[in-house]
């Protein structure tokens, strides 16, 4: 899950890491307000969206003036910032940060990751900040210093040390970018984050090291035990499917394909992708109802893979271990009678009371296709596309 700039430095703060003053405005008048409140001669407004390269999409405005604050805010609200990260279709302004400037001296790269092939927390740091990673990675990859911490003691504050002079730092600012970087570690650890980036970390012109841009991105798995964290989710953000799925408990993957597929487990949706491509379809979209799915679960991923108007078939693969396919069959026949359901249905049931599950849709009476195995499943939902799919499969069109 990422979180929104202000949101991040609000936490990032809490671990001692400095960042300027600032106020998070819905509208223009409270973004005017947040300035007058702020005191000073400068301000910055930065659009909130969960995406970096703001800056270069006009997204981050600096202001002289009450009426050049209430101008940016009242041109970004509202307004699709299309950046790099964020595809073609950009994200909608809904939120604005409204920050006291600063004058920037140097602007620094300090990132910590999850590095998982040394199954450690990285700090990665580099001299020239204020543009991404990659970029630096391409440009100057000499550059880039690198502190794996030893999760037995954590960070060291001398492994601190080590990056703030690595970057060039001298006097009172090595202490303070130490306290940043410690802070960030900490906030890392104690948050369940994967991602921490402060970037830039800037020194100003009167000395100081403060984080002028903050991401954070945590670990979804382990926001059942951070509910601060979790509350900060904010849903315009993500794709709605995504975001349905989530209050649900089923795990939603959109892909470019014509046929909807509900699956269980993440591995059995591999297998199915494989077999619908080796039958010459294409997927587009994978739900992972889980273990333990319930007909009403199972009803909501069937609302949720309709919902996408690329889907021409549905194929349902289930192998229920901890499921029971009695529970999917009662699920697939509730959901054909809530939902409308124009499209095909083909079904490959598995496990645990499979007799049962068969039987349930046989007497449903709605026209839903079994599959004996996964292939067989994937080559009728192939064959019920009704162009022998994308791929054109030579076997799907024999059997045809
Ligand atoms: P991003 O483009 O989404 O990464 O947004 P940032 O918050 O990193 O801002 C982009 C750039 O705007 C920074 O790299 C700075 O050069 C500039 N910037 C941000 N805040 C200030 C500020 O307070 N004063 C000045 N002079 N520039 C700023
Ligand atoms: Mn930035």
């Not at 409270?30 to 909130?48: D, H, N, P, T």
């Not at 954070?216 to 904010?234: G, I, K, S, Y």
């Not at 319930?294 to 309709?306: Q, Y």
Request: aromatic letters at 4%; hydrophobic letters at 45%.
């Amino acid at each position: 899950m990422d979180i929104h700039e202000y949101q991040a430095k609000e936490l990032l703060a809490g671990f001692g890491v400095p960042v300027p003053r600032g106020g998070v405005a819905y509208t223009t008048e409270q973004a005017a307000f947040r300035a007058e409140e702020l005191g000073g001669s400068r301000w910055v407004v930065k659009a909130q969206i969960h995406s970096g390269a703001r800056g270069k999409a006009g997204g981050i405005r600096v202001c002289a003036n009450e009426h050049q604050v209430r101008a940016a805010a009242a041109d970004l609200l509202g307004r699709r910032l299309v950046t790099h990260q964020t595809g073609p279709a950009g994200r909608v302004v809904q939120r604005l940060y409204v920050e006291e400037a600063v004058t920037i001296a140097r602007e620094l790269y300090v990132g910590l990751v999850l590095d998982r092939r040394a199954e450690r927390v990285c700090v990665v740091a580099a001299p020239e900040g204020g543009i991404e990673i990659e970029e630096i990675a391409q440009r100057a990859p000499e550059t880039i210093l690198r502190e794996v911490v030893e999760p037995a003691v954590g960070m060291q504050p001398f492994q601190a040390r080590e990056i703030a002079f690595g970057l060039g730092l001298r006097g009172g600012e090595v202490n303070q970018a130490v306290k940043a970087i410690l802070g960030a570690y900490q906030a890392f650890r104690d948050l369940d984050a994967t991602m921490v980036e402060m970037n830039p970390l800037a020194v100003t012109a009167d000395g100081h090291v403060l984080a002028l841009d903050a991401k954070m991105t945590f670990d979804d798995n382990a926001l059942f035990r951070r509910p601060a964290v979790a509350e900060l989710r904010d849903y315009a953000e993500e794709d709605p499917r995504d975001a349905e799925a989530a209050k649900y408990g089923l795990n939603y993957v959109a892909l470019d394909g014509s046929i909807g597929c509900i699956v269980n487990g993440a591995g059995l949706a591999m297998a199915t992708m494989d077999m619908i491509k080796h039958a010459g379809g294409e997927p587009a979209n994978f739900l992972d109802i889980g273990g333990g799915a319930s007909p009403e679960r199972v009803a909501v991923a069937f609302g949720l893979v309709l919902s996408d108007p690329r889907v021409r078939v549905v194929l349902v693969n289930i192998f229920a271990g901890i499921n029971r396919c009695d529970w999917v069959a009662q699920g697939i026949v509730q959901a054909a009678r809530e939902v409308h359901v124009s499209v095909p249905i083909v079904a490959r049931l598995a496990g645990t009371n499979v007799e049962e599950g068969r039987r349930i849709i046989a007497e449903s009476g709605l026209d839903i296709t079994m599959g004996d195995t996964l292939a067989d499943a994937a080559m009728k939902a192939v064959i019920a596309l009704g162009d022998g799919g994308t791929g054109g499969s030579r076997l799907a069109r024999e059997v045809a």
